[in-house]
């Protein structure tokens, strides 16, 4: 196919498309979830737009994947911030047919899922830090935010947003990095969203239909936080203590000097210095 423009070719009807549009839709073919899939060369925050989306009746396995952010949301009201055409950018509407109680877990079973096709796609082992991030020798690769769309009788539809740090080569945080660092070689996006989203599906399904024990032992398993001294920073103070276990409703334990302290959200930092 003749090359277009930067970053596009001309397809067979004459149109310039963008060769990270047709990489996904060509790694995409067969996978159950990413369809319908919409692409963005330029969007404020693809979980904003999923939502949208999940409101007009966008169905499971929907998805809304960008070249670039200008607006790209982290958890706890932080910014998420990638230079354009390095990285995974995107969110999928989720209909989970979970109770609420259980819809917390819907992050912890994404974290598995993503875990396992980054490690696969890395030839590393990465591990999980309670509640979201996938990081490699304490550095971050990935984050997840997960938002719920909440009706009278539960959850109408949840939106899985995640952030994956693909071929950046330089960061100006010690505590990041990306999978082509560990890997060694260059990544393509595409195949990895759609090992992403195959491992997800199967990690989802196995949550609703087997309920959340084999989630919670693979985070365990997994966690980078399980075992460590660490500081829990909440908007409102900070509780310092070992961290112990994952609970069954997806909390993280931490054993302190007045007892053990359950926290369902918050930042975690360990006593050694990790992010
Ligand atoms: C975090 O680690 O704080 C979560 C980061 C989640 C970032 C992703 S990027 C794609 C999706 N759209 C957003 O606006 N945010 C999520």
């Known amino acids: 196919m003749p090359e277009g423009s930067f ?8 149109r310039l498309v963008p060769h990270y549009r047709r ?17 963005h060369d330029r969007i404020d ?8 989306w999940a409101r007009k009746g966008a169905p499971q396995g929907a998805l809304v994947i960008a ?20 990285s995974v950018l995107a969110s999928v509407v989720l209909r989970p ?4 109680a259980l819809a917390s877990l819907l992050t912890l079973s994404w974290a598995v899922a993503m875990r396992d096709a ?3 796609e890395a030839g590393h082992e990465l591990s999980i830090k309670w509640p979201n991030d996938l990081v490699f020798e304490e550095r971050k690769v990935s984050g997840i935010l997960t938002e719920s769309i909440l009706s009278a009788s539960g959850i109408e539809a949840a939106v899985v947003g995640f952030g994956v740090n693909v071929n950046q080569e330089t ?3 010690q505590k990041a990095t990306s999978l082509s660092l560990i890997a060694g070689r260059t990544l393509k996006r595409g195949p990895l969203v759609a090992r992403i989203l195959k491992e997800a599906h199967r990690r989802i399904g196995e949550l609703e239909s087997g309920g959340p024990e084999e989630t919670l032992n693979l985070c365990r398993r997994h966690s980078v936080t399980i075992g460590r001294e660490v500081t829990l920073f909440l908007p409102e103070h900070e509780v310092v ?3 112990v276990d994952i609970d069954a409703d997806g909390r993280l334990v931490l054993e302190t000097a007045s007892g053990l302290f359950r926290a369902s959200a918050g930042e975690v930092s360990t006593r050694e210095g990790m992010a």
């Open 67 to 86: 070249d670039h952010q200008t607006e790209g949301k982290g958890r706890l009201g932080r910014r998420w911030i990638a230079a354009p055409a390095t």
């Open 171 to 173: 960061f100006e945080s």
């Open 118 to 120: 980054l490690s696969q």
């Open 97 to 100: 047919t979970l109770t609420p």
């Open 241 to 243: 203590g070992k961290a």
């Open 7 to 14: 970053g596009r070719s001309l397809s067979p009807f004459g």
């Open 45 to 52: 925050s693809t979980n904003e737009r999923a939502k949208a």
């Open 23 to 39: 990489e996904i839709l060509e790694a995409l073919k067969g996978s159950v979830w990413g369809h319908p899939m919409e692409y």
